[in-house]
């Protein structure tokens, strides 16, 4: 209190006009009094965060290793039964399985997955495809219809689905479509978004699981990407979705027997489905919605790694901030709506409710995105215009460096990469804070849902004259808010360098171009023709 009142005792004596030395004497004193404790509170709690961050890695790291090094294959831990015909009963010894293909303006790979889908090999009697068409193009409808009644001619059994409306986008179109009559006829529902393309064994390898282990409700495939080569952008997706398969849900299929539902190239047993109440709309994430439901009313999930579907990368800059968006946002807006159900759920156990409340939501999905931001991309910077401050070098170094050695193992052929991947991230987890705290505030942007630009077998031809894209879509694709951040950062290194001996603008530096670059645009591909 008294050093309010001096504070306020010096504004007041300074209405008719600051002299330098009062104006020197009241930064000083706020400086002090609130700056310096304010950045020190920060420094503590991202270090906090940090070593939560280190120890949900670790823990993962550990879970994936030992499944590695024993061999914990799947069919080890769970019956698994080749389906054989029988003399007798003949086809219908194989269950009835539904495949479900949901698409929005899928003009360049509508034929990919739609082709891949009826290639399976699955008895024709035992076998429906719903290919679910919410394009609003009419010329795009039009060329899904047509492929779809070629494929009827074929023999296969398959469903053109369209609405007049995208109420729920995704959910809502699976949510109609397992309405239909004869769905009621199958047992399980496999589904593919539009840029997958299920080998032809998929089926074969898959549904064995859930026949023969009537506590499973879920069988997670792995994504294989067409296009990681394409540019920098897409290696580092790879770099970090591989981490995502091969130990975040490697570990859960191996601890609680719990993942995040990817949303595609998984099969479903459709009565854990209906126990739950099928499709929700309430999130951008039905996927993790549905698998969480069906988790908290005791069943099971299984990750398959040696299964693996082919999709595509966003390669445009563009269409990979909108699917992060979605990505960060949607899990952040599920658990404030999911907590308290969590909390009260009866079929779980303590321990399992612990996990999904902290391990899966928490620290992956909250803190994650937060102390990457707010600790490397501001935070650290700051501290350079403190002297009192001194952040351990265990938190700067030691504990990044681990993670970051953690994260580069799913993908060892990019591992070269490492440094172009942190700064990648860096920059991108701005727009994951962002959208993190857009879901738990539920604003403006919790629903918005883009679909994921694609681009199928045009990623085969000629790129247009680059230089001539970015001369006339330039105000498309700058950024403001990374530009300024990436200013600020110029002005911490610099600062830095000039009077600190941390030596931070060795990191610094590079973040603060790499955040310039990215806000201009200069990032990923740019396909000819659109």
Avoid at 324 to 353: D, T, Y
Wanted: a positive charge; hydrophobic letters at 45%.
């Amino acid at each position: 209190m008294a050093m309010q009142a001096r504070i306020s005792e010096l504004l007041l004596s300074s209405v008719d006009g600051f002299r330098p030395e009062q104006i020197r004497l009241i930064w000083t004193k706020v400086r002090a009094a609130v700056l310096v404790p304010t950045m020190k509170a920060l420094v503590v709690l991202c270090l906090l965060m940090s070593v939560m961050l280190f120890i949900e890695k670790i823990s993962m790291g550990l879970v994936a290793f030992y499944v590695k090094i024993f061999r914990r294959k799947p069919e080890k831990v769970y019956k698994w039964e080749a389906i054989k015909e029988d003399e007798e009963l003949g086809t219908l010894v194989y269950p009835m399985v539904l495949v479900q293909i949901p698409m929005y303006n899928e003009r360049e790979v509508y034929k990919l997955s739609i082709g891949a889908v009826c290639n399976l090999v699955w008895p024709s009697d035992r076998l429906i495809v719903q290919v679910l068409d919410d394009s609003t193009d009419l010329n795009t409808r039009d060329m899904v219809q047509k492929e779809c009644e070629k494929w009827l001619i074929k023999g296969i059994n398959i469903k053109y689905i369209s609405r007049d409306n995208r109420k729920g986008y995704k959910a809502g179109a699976m949510k109609e479509a397992m309405e239909y009559d004869y769905v009621q006829l199958c047992d399980y529902v496999a589904i593919f978004d539009a840029d997958f393309q299920p080998a032809s064994d998929f089926l074969i390898r898959t549904v064995p699981f859930l026949v023969h282990n009537p506590e499973l409700a879920l069988v997670q495939a792995r994504w294989k990407f067409v296009n990681a080569d394409e540019c920098l952008m897409t290696r580092i997706q790879e770099m970090s979705l591989n981490y995502h398969f091969k130990i975040e849900q490697q570990s859960g299929s191996s601890t609680f027997a719990f993942f995040g539902f990817n949303g595609t190239a998984g099969v479903w047993r459709i009565s854990a489905i209906t126990e739950v109440e099928g499709w929700k709309e309430r999130t951008t994430v039905e996927d993790m919605d549905l698998a969480v439901r069906a988790t908290l009313a005791g069943w099971k999930f299984l990750y398959v790694g040696n299964v693996k579907v082919q999709s595509e990368l966003p390669s445009t800059f563009k269409a990979y901030r909108f699917q992060q968006h979605r990505w960060s946002c949607g899990p952040a807006n599920l658990f404030k709506k999911m907590a308290i159900e969590i909390i009260w759920a009866k079929k779980v156990s303590l321990q399992k409710k612990f996990f999904l409340l902290y391990n899966f939501f928490f620290a992956r999905r909250i803190i994650s995105h937060n102390v990457t931001f707010f600790f490397y991309c501001v935070v650290i910077p700051l501290s350079v215009f403190f002297p009192e401050i001194q952040i351990p070098t265990w938190g700067v170094v030691y504990i990044p460096t681990a993670i970051t050695l953690l994260n580069s193992v799913g993908t060892l052929s990019s591992i070269h990469l490492t440094a172009f991947w942190i700064l990648f991230e860096n920059v991108m987890s701005w727009h994951r804070c962002k959208a993190v705290f857009i879901g738990l505030s539920e604003s403006d942007r919790v629903n918005e849902w883009v679909v994921t630009e694609k681009f199928g077998n045009m990623m085969t031809k000629p790129v247009v004259n680059v230089a001539k894209k970015l001369t006339t879509r330039c105000w498309q694709r700058f950024h403001f808010s990374e530009v300024m951040i990436g200013v600020f950062l110029l002005v911490c290194a610099t600062f830095d360098y000039m009077y600190r001996t941390e030596r931070y603008f060795i990191y610094i530096y590079p973040l603060a171009l790499s955040f310039i670059i990215m806000g201009f645009g200069y990032v990923g591909t740019f396909p000819g023709g659109k």
